[in-house]
């Protein structure tokens, strides 16, 4: 009709968009989501912060400078630039203390989400391949360990086991692993009935092919998703173990141990007791928002 | 509707067998002989060791052990604590009420506060009001509560000496406890101003705890209410003419809360986990603190039945909310 459409129409040979790879459209609808954006910044920043920790802190985190006790942030009197956000009680200094915590915090996350995610994967696909007999049973047990509160029952595994990271990481990855199992075995069962599984099986494809080669690659999704949220409930469990001395044992820099020695200073100092909250709050937070920004891009209902 | 109710009820028995073994198995699980972990550093006698192990059925084949032991929790005994002695379920009932006290309040400043806000973000969708609502609810929901309680207590307690630090009522007052729950205690006892210590003492205490809930409940109701006011029959009543207040509060919210409601059942296992956080922070005499305090000092029956006697009220809430569920919608009665 105009003149440029003609000129379109005669100059370009008429061809169809070239369609987005699955990881163009997956980061076109992703970074539209401003929050998820910024969530997925702070945790490069904190990855970072934790792997290359010996650069970036200023401090050793079990250096005690016995002539700098409680000493203010620096912006304030009596602060000090060579102690950023101040000391602690035996004079260490707190930013490197929260440095060399982020390194454990996120060891813990991926130690502890990998565990549950492949168990949970295992038992999950194993559910909801045979169904029957094995199925309930399996469900059963984790509707029993749904009726626990998740961090009262990481509480009774470590009371058991004996407070320490590895346990502490262990009972995270018990308590978080009916999720993945509910998760696998639902998406199991939607695609155990598609055409592709049955030609598969017409085929020949052996059980165990049909599992993980098949069916595993269809249902991750939602497991993505689950595992980014699964990051921030280990971290704050982690940190909530810490506080209550189940966790980490003094003197390792975990955030939840320093809130909970940072205990009887809250009346006279604030910032040992402020900023390691604030770190477990924004990791949290920005892995929250990292998992609802990859549910809106991941799943295909939302995206209409 | 008695059938659904007898289905419903059928599927808590094996759940309640299942939560049974799985406390009858940790305690077990805990390295080292039961009666030396019981005895401690002392040590025992084998004879006394023997005497003993025939005593707590110790000898006896694991499956006799564990019918003892569910028969027994069946009855209501739970064993008795190592350090005072007393049967565990007594000490339950003591410090329970200290928790439902706290717990409710939270509940409530969580229902007070989230369902108004998701209502107000659902309506007011995209603009700034919606935007700032879903930015606190998922701050809140990312909030360790350990800290938060920590902060509040600074800010409110230590600077601004608004609230007491710690405890349930000052220590001035003398409160004879007639009900567990110190508020209405307090109101019964004849000494001025106790009702507003206990007050006061609360608030803290139950803003933190109901932080997470407040979240959740928040984002489920903006949630639902947007589903509900995008259906047709909203859009009638909307042109039939009824002021716009009366389609969202009598037309929407009706419909929109029986998800709310459900979540809101939800929310009994985040409080009596948050309860456990809140009360070490607080100083709160309740089941949390005890089953902490429990844990640092091995008295593993204690542990053992506070664990079961919370997994069991879990269960008991989750089935509830499904009945009343049931009730209210006759779909889910209905189905299977």
Known sequence: MTTSTETSTTDIPLTAPTPMTPLQEFWHYFSSNKGAVAGLVVIAIICFMAVFANFVAPHSPSDQYRDALLLPPAWLDGGNWSFVLGTDDVGRDILSRLIYGSRLSIAVGIVAVTASLVMGILLGLIAGYFKGMIDTAIMRIVDIMLAMPSLLLAIAIVAILGPSIVNAALAISIVSLPHYVRLTRAATMAEMSRDYVTSSRVIGASPLRLMFICILPNCLAPLIVQATLGFSSAILDMAALGFLGLGAQPPTPEWGSMLADALQFVQRAWWVVTFPGLMILITVLAFNLMGDGLRDALDPKLKQ | ?336
């Not at chain 2, 706290?102 to 400043?109: D, G, P, Q, R, S």
């Not at chain 2, 101003?193 to 932080?211: K, M, N, R, W």
């Not at chain 2, 709310?260 to 009360?279: F, H, K, P």
């Not at chain 2, 269960?315 to 499904?322: C, H, K, M, R, S």
């Open chain 2, 1 to 336: 509707m008695f059938q659904f109710i007898f289905r419903r009820l059928s599927l808590v028995i094996p759940t309640f067998l299942g939560i049974t073994l799985l406390t009858f198995t940790l305690i077990r699980l805990i390295p080292g002989d039961p009666i030396e972990v019981m005895a401690g550093e002392r040590g025992v006698s084998a004879e006394r060791h023997a005497e003993l192990s025939a005593q707590l059925g110790f000898d006896q084949p694991l499956y006799v052990q564990y019918y003892h032991y569910v028969t027994g929790v069946l009855q209501g005994d739970l064993g008795n604590s190592l350090i005072t002695r007393e049967p565990v379920m007594k000490e339950f009932l003591t410090l329970f009420p200290a928790t439902i006290e706290l717990a409710v309040c939270a509940a409530i400043f969580a229902i007070l506060i989230g369902l108004p806000a998701g209502i107000f973000a659902a309506v007011k969708r995209g603009t700034v009001i919606d935007h700032s609502v879903m930015t606190f609810s998922l701050t809140g929901y990312s909030m360790p509560i350990f800290w938060w309680a920590l902060l509040l207590m600074l800010v409110f307690s230590v600077n601004l000496g608004w609230t007491p630090v710690s405890g349930r009522i000052d220590v001035v007052y003398w409160i004879d406890d007639v009900t567990g729950f110190m508020l209405i205690d307090s109101l019964l006892s004849d000494e001025a101003g106790a009702f507003t210590s206990a007050v006061s003492h609360l608030i803290l205490p139950s803003i933190v705890l109901g932080t997470i809930p407040m979240a959740v409940i928040a984002r489920m109701t903006r949630s639902s209410m947007l589903e509900v006011l995008s259906e047709d029959y909203i859009r009638t009543a909307r042109a039939k003419g009824i002021a716009p207040w009366r389609v969202i509060v009598i037309h929407a919210l009706r419909n929109a809360l029986i998800p709310v409601i459900t979540v809101i059942g939800l929310q009994v296992g985040i409080l009596l986990s948050g309860a456990i956080l809140t009360e070490t922070v607080f100083a709160w005499p309740g089941i949390g603190k005890w089953l902490i305090e429990s844990i640092g000092r091995r008295d593993y029956p204690v542990v053992q039945g506070g664990i079961l006697i919370v997994a069991c009220i879990i269960i008991v809430v989750n089935l509830l909310v499904d009945i009343t569920y049931g009730i209210v919608n006759p779909r889910i009665r209905h189905s299977r």
